[in-house]
């Protein structure tokens, strides 16, 4: 009878996994691969905040314009033709009226929006100084819109403006 030497068996020895070492390299690999991802995250969350305040300032512009477009270009008077009516005579607003208005007002992109928007409406004379009202001229006027905001971060964070430039016009009949 032969007697064998028996080892102790260290219950870990064949168990199959990964070691501490290996886990530790692998977390801090994947928290250096993760950085870049979390911070591309973060830019691009600024610029959709970015590509919003900008939108929003131009639907306010285009908002505006349409306004403007809507209104009567000037008042005429049934009884005098094609002349236009003095600036009291009743009737629907006038292009200018409405610039007036729309003038310094400021608005929201939504209730909840910390931007805050401010218009500026400026309408300037087409015709070089000429009188524009007359038979068979055209009445032109260039309407320069204005949206100013402070944008909130990303890589427009400050002052910023949208400007939008138009012409409205009324053919005079003889």
Same mark, same amino acid.
């Given at each position: 009878?032969?007697?064998?030497?028996?080892?102790?068996?260290?219950?870990? =020895?064949?168990?199959?996994?990964? !070691?501490?070492? &290996?886990? @530790?390299?692998? %977390? $801090? /690999?994947?928290?250096? #691969? *993760?950085?870049?991802?979390?911070?591309?995250?973060?830019? =691009?969350?600024?610029?959709?905040? !970015?590509?919003? &305040?900008? @939108?929003?300032? %131009? $639907? /306010?512009?285009?908002? #505006? *314009?349409?306004?403007?477009?809507?209104?009567?270009?000037?008042?005429?008077?049934?009884?005098?033709?094609?002349?236009?009516?003095?600036?009291?005579?009743?009737?629907?607003?006038?292009?200018?009226?409405?610039?007036?208005?729309?003038?310094?007002?400021?608005?929201?992109?939504?209730?909840?929006?910390?931007?805050?928007?401010?218009?500026?409406?400026?309408?300037?004379?087409?015709?070089?100084?000429?009188?524009?009202?007359?038979?068979?001229?055209?009445?032109?006027?260039?309407?320069?819109?204005?949206?100013?905001?402070?944008?909130?971060?990303?890589?427009?964070?400050?002052?910023?403006?949208?400007?939008?430039?138009?012409?409205?016009?009324?053919?005079?009949?003889?």
């Amino acid at each position: 009878m032969t007697l064998e030497r028996r080892t102790p068996r260290n219950r870990f =020895s064949k168990a199959k996994g990964f !070691s501490l070492l &290996e886990i @530790l390299l692998t %977390v $801090a /690999l994947l928290g250096i #691969a *993760l950085i870049p991802l979390a911070l591309s995250f973060k830019t =691009s969350s600024r610029s959709v905040t !970015s590509t919003r &305040e900008y @939108l929003s300032a %131009v $639907a /306010l512009a285009q908002s #505006a *314009l349409e306004e403007i477009r809507l209104a009567r270009f000037r008042p005429i008077a049934p009884e005098s033709g094609n002349q236009p009516a003095p600036a009291s005579a009743p009737g629907l607003e006038t292009v200018d009226d409405v610039a007036t208005r729309l003038n310094g007002t400021t608005s929201k992109d939504s209730p909840e929006s910390l931007v805050e928007y401010g218009l500026e409406v400026d309408l300037l004379p087409d015709h070089a100084g000429q009188d524009p009202v007359g038979p068979g001229k055209l009445d032109l006027r260039v309407i320069r819109i204005i949206v100013r905001w402070k944008a909130r971060g990303g890589a427009f964070a400050g002052d910023q403006q949208y400007e939008l430039y138009s012409v409205v016009g009324s053919s005079l009949k003889p």
